[in-house]
């Protein structure tokens, strides 16, 4: 029986090993951390459970092809799901709340009212929101395994999506954002997310709201890994944690195994990286400068992340639900590390009754940061370190406590994982969150799953997948074994058995 080696325990690898089982071949995961997730981690926290992933999962409801693979993967069948009506919520400094409604219709009356003087702009908007809720495109074949006349088909039923895919994928959020006038418009787009993403990345999101499959799985990232590995382990899949891959090795130009990091040899006859991509080719690969795809210059990696959580003893009553969270200025602005925020958007979680005991609730908040800065605080020592996580959590809680008064007095616990944090666990270039960001350039970037001159040699996750997230995630752990599946002149199978 064939043997594939996958480095990376994360969404990707944990995905590919499923499908590499349900398609006969044996399967032996490598994750250097001690346990599988990679950024899809939970935590436990005084009782409390950290959601360190899962904001929205694209593909929850049936009539798409991500539905189809995460039942096939197994991680949503039978399991709760929340729909939030909206996808965000941004507050501006004059007290205007922007409601991102995830019913078109309703959002495009929501933001008229705000600026009547904006509507034409606004109507363009929610336009093309429904047009990429519209959109058909299928994904149950690797792009490689697309024939012709597939693509054809493909084009011939989204012309519409394409057109819009293409005219909004030229803005950068902060460049749209200059065409509203009201200043509460123009500060939702420019700092829901980081202003040098493209529009066409937000507005892919907002179309899967919109068409009802962009839903929250109750339980956040813990169960949601839980359930992938018990798919795995159930196939027969080995999962070796704490195990971290030194090299690939190389033999007359194909992958013929692994190397650990103890010195011991692992055959293979391929060999699937669902890891950091500098990882790839600075580190595993014999000669991976050589082999480095020119594509990736063109490409912005994601901010390095410091990532809040805190545990308070309330609730917050009457408070909306959005997938998102809320975003909210903080003054004075949070200093993180030389990164300043006159913003930040919070997540609440005052709607899964399973991350808390009764009482409490959950709060986090993503904050960019600078790799560089906290490496030095490291280097200051131990005390160095803590004492700037220290601050920069209570910074947040003040904040918070003007938004939510009495909030930093009922502070359980307060965490700030920084970029070092993951670049331990994950191993992801400078503590990036994720891998390439979705900027304009992006949007048009092709980037290779597998290399010239190197057979048997396999790439998925993220850092193959300019915007990141689960589903890219997943699917290109599919379509590695996919690919495989053709090389071997089988046929690809997706039992959900």
Same mark, same amino acid.
């Given at each position: 029986?064939?043997?594939?080696?996958?480095?990376?325990?994360?969404?990707?690898?944990?995905?590919?090993?499923?499908?590499?089982?349900?398609?006969?071949?044996?399967?032996?995961?490598?994750?250097?951390?001690?346990?599988?997730?990679?950024?899809?981690?939970?935590?436990?926290?005084?009782?409390?459970?950290?959601?360190?992933?899962?904001?929205?999962?694209?593909?929850?409801?049936?009539?798409?092809?991500?539905?189809?693979?995460?039942?096939?993967?197994?991680?949503?069948?039978?399991?709760?799901?929340?729909?939030?009506?909206?996808?965000?919520?941004?507050?501006?400094?004059?007290?205007?709340?922007?409601?991102?409604?995830?019913?078109?219709?309703?959002?495009?009356?929501?933001?008229?009212?705000?600026?009547?003087?904006?509507?034409?702009?606004?109507?363009?908007?929610?336009?093309?929101?429904?047009?990429?809720?519209?959109?058909?495109?299928?994904?149950?074949?690797?792009?490689?395994?697309?024939?012709?006349?597939?693509?054809?088909?493909?084009?011939?039923?989204?012309?519409?999506?394409?057109?819009?895919?293409?005219?909004?994928?030229?803005?950068?959020?902060?460049?749209?954002?200059?065409?509203?006038?009201?200043?509460?418009?123009?500060?939702?787009?420019?700092?829901?997310?980081?202003?040098?993403?493209?529009?066409?990345?937000?507005?892919?999101?907002?179309?899967?709201?919109?068409?009802?499959?962009?839903?929250?799985?109750?339980?956040?990232?813990?169960?949601?890994?839980?359930?992938?590995?018990?798919?795995?382990?159930?196939?027969?899949?080995?999962?070796?944690?704490?195990? !971290?891959?030194?090299?690939?090795?190389?033999?007359?130009?194909?992958?013929?195994?692994?190397?650990?990091?103890?010195?011991?040899?692992?055959?293979?006859?391929?060999?699937?990286?669902?890891?950091?991509?500098?990882?790839?080719?600075?580190?595993?690969?014999?000669?991976?400068?050589?082999? !480095?795809?020119?594509?990736?210059?063109?490409?912005?990696?994601?901010?390095?992340?410091?990532?809040?959580?805190?545990?308070?003893?309330?609730?917050?009553?009457?408070?909306?639900?959005?997938?998102?969270?809320?975003?909210?200025?903080?003054?004075?602005?949070?200093?993180?590390?030389?990164?300043?925020?006159?913003?930040?958007?919070?997540?609440?979680?005052?709607?899964?009754?399973?991350?808390?005991?009764?009482?409490?609730?959950?709060?986090?908040?993503?904050?960019?940061?600078?790799?560089?800065?906290?490496?030095?605080?490291?280097?200051?020592?131990?005390?160095?370190?803590?004492?700037?996580?220290?601050?920069?959590?209570?910074?947040?809680?003040?904040?918070?406590?003007?938004?939510?008064?009495?909030?930093?007095?009922?502070?359980?616990?307060?965490?700030?994982?920084?970029?070092?944090?993951?670049?331990?666990?994950?191993?992801?270039?400078?503590?990036?969150?994720?891998?390439?960001?979705?900027?304009?350039?992006?949007?048009?970037?092709?980037?290779?799953?597998?290399?010239?001159?190197?057979?048997?040699?396999?790439?998925?996750?993220?850092?193959?997948?300019?915007?990141?997230?689960?589903?890219?995630?997943?699917?290109?752990?599919?379509?590695?074994?996919?690919?495989?599946?053709? !090389?071997?002149?089988?046929?690809?199978?997706?039992?959900?058995?």
């Amino acid at each position: 029986m064939p043997h594939i080696a996958i480095i990376g325990g994360g969404i990707a690898g944990l995905s590919a090993g499923i499908y590499a089982r349900m398609n006969g071949f044996e399967a032996s995961i490598y994750e250097m951390a001690p346990r599988p997730g990679g950024v899809c981690a939970s935590w436990v926290r005084e009782n409390i459970r950290v959601n360190g992933s899962i904001h929205w999962l694209v593909g929850s409801a049936p009539g798409s092809d991500l539905h189809d693979m995460w039942m096939e993967l197994g991680v949503i069948e039978d399991h709760p799901h929340l729909v939030p009506a909206r996808f965000g919520m941004y507050r501006d400094l004059d007290g205007v709340d922007v409601h991102l409604w995830r019913d078109p219709d309703r959002l495009q009356a929501h933001l008229e009212a705000i600026s009547p003087e904006d509507a034409g702009e606004i109507a363009g908007f929610c336009a093309a929101i429904r047009t990429f809720r519209d959109a058909d495109f299928p994904m149950r074949r690797a792009f490689e395994l697309l024939s012709l006349t597939d693509w054809i088909g493909i084009f011939a039923r989204n012309w519409p999506f394409l057109l819009a895919h293409w005219r909004f994928a030229a803005f950068t959020l902060e460049e749209y954002a200059g065409r509203f006038r009201h200043p509460a418009l123009q500060g939702m787009f420019r700092h829901f997310w980081t202003p040098g993403m493209s529009m066409q990345f937000l507005l892919m999101q907002l179309g899967f709201a919109a068409r009802g499959t962009a839903a929250y799985p109750l339980g956040g990232s813990g169960p949601f890994i839980d359930r992938l590995v018990a798919r795995y382990t159930g196939l027969g899949g080995r999962l070796a944690c704490g195990r !971290r891959v030194a090299a690939v090795c190389v033999a007359d130009g194909r992958a013929t195994g692994v190397s650990l990091a103890d010195g011991e040899q692992v055959a293979a006859d391929h060999v699937i990286a669902a890891c950091d991509a500098t990882q790839i080719y600075d580190e595993l690969l014999p000669d991976g400068a050589a082999l !480095r795809p020119p594509v990736l210059d063109d490409l912005t990696c994601f901010p390095p992340l410091c990532y809040f959580s805190a545990g308070v003893a309330r609730t917050f009553p009457g408070l909306p639900i959005a997938s998102m969270g809320h975003n909210l200025p903080f003054d004075p602005p949070l200093q993180v590390g030389p990164v300043t925020h006159a913003r930040a958007t919070v997540q609440i979680y005052s709607f899964d009754p399973t991350l808390a005991p009764t009482g409490q609730t959950l709060l986090t908040a993503m904050l960019d940061s600078d790799h560089d800065w906290w490496r030095a605080r490291a280097d200051e020592g131990a005390e160095s370190y803590a004492a700037a996580r220290q601050a920069i959590s209570r910074a947040v809680i003040d904040g918070l406590d003007r938004h939510f008064p009495g909030l930093a007095g009922q502070v359980i616990f307060h965490d700030l994982a920084t970029p070092l944090t993951y670049a331990r666990y994950t191993g992801n270039h400078r503590g990036a969150y994720e891998g390439w960001l979705p900027t304009p350039a992006a949007a048009r970037a092709i980037v290779p799953t597998h290399l010239p001159g190197l057979a048997n040699f396999w790439m998925a996750g993220h850092w193959v997948a300019p915007g990141g997230g689960m589903p890219p995630a997943a699917y290109t752990g599919r379509n590695a074994v996919q690919l495989i599946c053709d !090389r071997e002149g089988r046929p690809f199978e997706t039992s959900r058995a």
